[in-house]
């Protein structure tokens, strides 16, 4: 979203951008020269497109928006993770994390960078361990603005990034259009190049959307953050529960895995007396392997304000255990530092206004 009501340029795929060029009788090459500009040599602005013919730079301008990414500040060093905050042309600010290399990511394999986007300002889905959504949900991200973290996060640090997550803020199904199309830029040869198998969704079981998502011409894998292996469980902790529950959430889930032939991923949080049962693990364990889904567990990081906590190290190696007795593909996120869970999927973004009226924030 753009506050002058212009498209950005950045939410444009290469073959809108050619069927705009044609409305204006210039040459379908133009199109490719443009994302030259945009994704290998990252210009600021259309008047640095230096091969097009300076109307043409004009006339793209009055047309469509730069982005206007501020970057507000980067919190962590060099190989630990880092969060971005930025704050988009509106004025709401969301937050991007740089995860350095970590054998047990999603697509990842250990020398690679992943990036952790946001996709929504606020979520809606009121998951009652999650930070995100405590303040509410305030507006969907426009591709432009999902894609422009990659960009503003290798402009800022100095590293390619080669691995997505789209683990942020917000529920990425529930802004489908724009993340669909978002995942196309960064997937494409001539945008950000990252390999499909390199870019994640997670959801927290909009079943719906997961099939529309398995109709899609997209190689990109999916992650269901399940968290309870029952109906009783999952109600108490996700109100999405309600409206799709576990049958029909494992249903879409099987249309995709069809659809796909690939495997997903259940994430799954130990929260200690909630969801962290041994009948839990056993019923997990059975939904994975009906599925051929690789399960990632992942202990509470607590969140102020919050009464949840993490099992203990022993209870988090027994649930695994459990899952390994099944023969199911499980990891256990281990890493101490890192910092991976309390960077991925639990921003919180804290915005108190000074006395002389400016937005002051701070990331928890
Ligand atoms: N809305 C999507 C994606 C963003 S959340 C979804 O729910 O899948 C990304 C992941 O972080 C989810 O699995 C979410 O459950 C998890 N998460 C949220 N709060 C967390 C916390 N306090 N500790 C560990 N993981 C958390
Ligand atoms: Fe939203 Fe995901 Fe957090 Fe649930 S876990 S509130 S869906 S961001």
């Known amino acids: 979203m753009q506050t002058t009501g212009k498209r950005s340029i950045h ?15 210039e040459r379908p090459y133009r199109a490719k020269q443009i994302v030259d500009w945009l994704y290998q040599r990252r210009v600021g602005g259309f008047n640095e497109m230096s091969d097009l013919p300076q109307a043409l730079r004009e006339r793209l301008a009055q047309e469509f928006a730069f982005g206007n990414f501020e970057t507000v500040r980067v919190l962590g060093s060099q190989d630990t993770t880092r969060k971005f905050l930025f704050r988009l042309g509106d004025g709401n600010l969301i937050e991007s994390v740089l995860i350095p290399a970590s054998p047990s990511l999603y697509g990842s394999t250990s020398d690679r960078r992943t990036i952790c986007v946001s996709t929504q300002v606020g979520c809606a889905y009121g998951c009652k361990f999650c930070a995100s959504g405590l303040d509410g949900f305030s507006r969907n991200l426009d591709a432009s603005e999902i894609v422009q973290q990659l960009l503003a996060v290798e402009k800022a640090s100095g590293e390619r990034i080669d691995n997505v997550v789209f683990m942020g803020m917000g529920e990425p199904l529930a802004n489908f259009a724009n993340v669909v199309r978002a995942i196309r830029i960064i997937n494409a040869p001539w945008g950000l190049e990252i390999g499909a198998r390199h870019i994640t969704v997670s959801t927290s079981g909009l079943a719906p959307q997961i099939r529309k998502l398995a109709d899609e011409p997209l190689q990109s894998r999916l992650a269901i953050s399940l968290h309870g292996a029952t109906d009783d469980v999952r109600d108490k902790i996700m109100p999405i529960n309600r ?6 959430l494992l249903a879409a889930c099987d249309y995709y895995a069809s659809r796909k032939k690939q495997r997903i991923y259940f994430e799954y949080i130990l929260i200690a007396g909630i969801n962290d049962a041994e009948e839990q693990a056993h019923l997990l ?3 994975a392997r009906r599925l051929g889904a690789r399960v990632n567990l992942i202990p509470y990081n607590t969140v102020e304000g919050l009464e949840w906590s993490r099992p203990s190290r022993e209870k988090q190696e027994r649930f695994l255990s459990i899952l390994r007795g099944h023969q199911v593909v499980a990891t256990l996120r281990r890493e101490k530092g890192h910092d991976i869970d309390a960077a991925c999927g639990q921003l919180r973004l804290q915005t108190k206004r000074s006395e002389d009226g400016v937005i002051i924030a701070a990331v928890s």
Not at 11 to 25: F, K
Not at 243 to 248: A, E, G, Q, W
């Open 243 to 248: 409206k799709y529950n576990l049958t029909t």
């Open 285 to 287: 364990a059975h939904h």
């Open 11 to 25: 939410s444009l795929v290469l073959d809108e951008i050619t069927d705009y060029l044609a409305t204006q009788n």
